[in-house]
């Protein structure tokens, strides 16, 4: 069945209808577990899709605007990779008897490379760089069946718990760009070993 979380256009009254997920189609509503687990991969694909706008922006923009939305960019994605890094993947590799989830170690690498390139300055090739590495590495989270579902389903009853974790999650520092072709040149290596072509990032 597919699912929409209740939005501004019908705002609940009370707490726990704000909680309440309602199915799309006007059917019955599902079961408390179900929405949960829902919300979770509907709030980490929200955040996806926030970063993804930040980008554009910043490509789009110019000025006071790009920085402004790269700012804004660089200090979301590093969050959304804190969440990823200290709060699902432990939960679900607890989960598993401390089994790491099959694509865990790809996607730090590319947690990595997208660590690399927030270093580097707002430019033109910057952002190509990292919306390569993120249209490849997105879809392995929260495409069906990717890690947002497997943490969900992991999670069982205390996927609440897991996904106020989440939400709540704190900033975390963000060193500024560096204008530096050491910078660069460390950038296109750690692109390099992701399996990403450095090339991308030459004006
Ligand atoms: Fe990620
Ligand atoms: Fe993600």
Same mark, same amino acid.
């Given at each position: ?17 704000? #909680? ?12 408390p577990?179900?929405?949960? *687990? ?23 923009g110019s000025?006071?605007d ?7 960019? *660089? ?38 490379? /997208?660590?690399? /390139? ?7 090739? #910057?952002?190509?760089a ?10 392995l989270?929260?495409a ?20 106020? *974790? ?7 520092p963000?060193s ?28």
């Open positions: 069945m597919a699912l929409r979380v209740l939005t501004m256009a019908n705002t609940p009254n009370t707490p726990a209808e704000a #909680t309440r997920i309602a199915p799309a189609d006007g059917g019955e509503e599902t079961h577990g179900e929405s949960r *687990r829902s919300r979770l991969c509907d709030f980490m694909a929200a955040e996806h899709a926030r970063l993804d706008a930040l980008l554009v922006s910043a490509a789009a000025g006071a790009r920085v402004t939305a790269y700012q804004d960019f *660089r200090k979301g994605l590093l969050r959304h990779i804190g969440i990823e890094e200290k709060i699902l993947f432990p939960a679900a590799q607890h989960r598993r008897n401390g089994e790491p989830l099959l694509p865990a170690g790809r996607l730090k690498v590319d947690h990595g490379a /997208l660590a690399a /390139l927030v270093m580097l300055p707002p430019s033109a090739s #910057t952002f190509r990292l919306q390569a590495v993120l249209n490849a590495h997105n879809p989270e929260d069906p069946g990717g890690v947002y579902d497997q943490c969900e389903s992991l999670a069982q009853e205390q996927v609440d718990e897991l996904l106020d *974790r989440c939400v709540k999650a704190a900033e975390v963000v500024p760009w560096v204008e530096n072709p050491k910078v660069l040149a460390a950038a296109k290596r750690v692109l390099a070993r992701a399996g990403y072509d450095p090339a991308v990032l030459d004006e």
